[in-house]
């Protein structure tokens, strides 16, 4: 294995050599703004949560001060009640909804972060920005353990939740209680919205809209641990009949044959999660199709025609997510296993006002 500076770069045999994982920890970091700021591609837009994602490859690679500075700009463009528009090009706001999955997501790049590096002032130095986005966050927790997905432009909170962001800040939150019990402070506020939440996410799924035919509403709640063991196997299996096409990857949504490779590198990391190595291998390699010379991936290919899509769209976040998956199925960094569970405390698994006295709803734990 190769390695970066004190970092040995992951490598996955058969799938990815650790030179390569480098180049996609290189292009990303071509990408990356003077400010920090790390764009879909050079020139396009900026979210926070995929920039937080790009970061945490940059970490994987080696490239502290890279990633550092990626965290540097979040807290920079961090609004005052701890949020962040959806989408920045350049020193302006291009949308500005505020999506709370995009928002809570720092706190997983945070203490990943830290469980790649050790390094305890950078912990110290960003846990008051995690602090003020969990916080924000949870302002919009309901009865039921669900979150309001956004607010408009306008500041109007959208009436209902979404599982794949729900899983995500549920993973989040996790992270949080993790970073705040490493600096010696206590959130258990956010460890009860945690089991509040991945109650709901396990057990309540017409909690949230109907997004069934999106790939990531399948895996994530495999992903960010609400579902673990037979339970998550048993979702995995009946998401592969749907969403694998086999040889080629994961369709981004059941309708069409359209495979992305992030999507496919998240679901083997799923795969991973529930200890499932060797298929999770298998579908991680399919990603290479859509790897270029300079470490980038295209973001989608269409099939039957063999066509790159949305046009030759490359994105930061692709590269992104076979890093980390990567990382995950190697066992290389010291963050490796963070979407396994390990280094989180286990989660609390708390009932609702939804499980108590409503006739129409039943709860399905066990």
Not at 158 to 163: D, T
Not at 175 to 196: F, I
Request: aromatic share 10%.
């Amino acid at each position: 294995m190769s390695a970066q500076g004190l970092f040995t770069i992951p490598e996955l045999p058969g799938v990815l050599t650790s030179e390569e994982i480098a180049g996609s920890g290189a292009h990303l970091a071509s990408l990356q703004r003077n400010d920090g700021m790390i764009p879909w591609f050079d020139g396009g837009h900026c979210d926070p949560w995929n920039h937080v994602e790009a970061a945490m490859a940059l970490s994987v690679c080696g490239l502290v001060a890279q990633a550092e500075a990626a965290y540097a700009w979040l807290a920079g463009a961090q609004l005052g009640d701890g949020g962040w528009f959806n989408y920045y090009v350049g020193d302006h706001v291009e949308d500005s909804r505020i999506d709370t999955n995009v928002c809570a997501y720092v706190a997983t790049g945070v203490w990943h972060h830290y469980c790649v590096t050790d390094d305890d002032d950078f912990l110290a130095r960003h846990f008051a920005m995690v602090e003020r986005a969990l916080d924000f966050v949870l302002r919009f927790q309901l009865p039921d353990g669900t979150i309001r997905w956004s607010l408009d432009a306008t500041g109007r909170h959208e009436p209902y939740a979404l599982l794949t962001g729900s899983s995500s800040i549920f993973h989040a939150l996790r992270c949080g209680v993790a970073a705040a019990e490493e600096l010696g402070s206590a959130r258990p506020d956010w460890e009860l919205a945690a089991g509040r939440l991945g109650h709901a996410v396990a057990h309540h799924p017409g909690s949230f809209a109907p997004k069934n035919e999106y790939a990531m509403d399948w895996y994530y709640p495999v992903l960010c641990g609400a579902l673990e063991g037979d339970a998550g196997s048993r979702r995995m299996d009946a998401g592969l009949r749907t969403f694998l096409i086999e040889g080629l990857g994961v369709r981004c949504v059941s309708t069409n044959d359209w495979v992305t490779a992030a999507e496919t590198a998240e679901c083997a990391m799923a795969l991973d999660a529930l200890g499932r190595s060797e298929e999770a291998r298998r579908v991680l390699a399919q990603t290479a199709r859509h790897r270029r010379d300079d470490g980038s991936y295209f973001t989608g290919i269409a099939y039957p025609e063999r066509t790159t899509f949305p046009g030759e769209e490359i994105t930061s976040y692709t590269a992104a997510s076979i890093v980390l998956a990567a990382d995950a199925l190697s066992s290389t960094t010291r963050a490796a296993g963070l979407f396994r569970g390990e280094r989180l405390a286990p989660a609390l698994d708390l009932a609702t006002s939804r499980c108590r006295g409503a006739a129409s709803l039943t709860c399905t734990a066990a």
